[in-house]
């Protein structure tokens, strides 16, 4: 959860929320209306075929989406895409 508030609930809670410094511009927290902005990822990390890795973070299911079909969505999107 991210979030600009500074409040001993969030401080005590590093594990669920994450303070956004208000120097930073994140347009979904203003403060008035929109205190907390809920966020969730996955990391996702492929072995490629030299032994190096990629790591991947999305926000696709991974019932949906397992590691290999993944690793294949992302093959074809590199090659219509540059590096």
Request: no cysteine; aromatic share 14%.
């Amino acid at each position: 959860m991210l979030t600009k508030k500074q409040t001993k609930a969030v401080k005590a809670h590093p594990d669920i929320y994450k303070f956004v410094p208000s120097k930073s511009t994140f347009d979904f927290l203003d403060l008035k209306e929109h205190l907390y902005y809920p966020i969730s990822f996955r990391v996702v990390r492929f072995v490629l075929l030299d032994g190096t890795y990629e790591t991947v973070i999305t926000n696709l299911s991974d019932t949906d989406f397992p590691p290999d079909e993944l690793r294949s969505i992302y093959n074809m999107r590199w090659g219509i895409e540059p590096r």
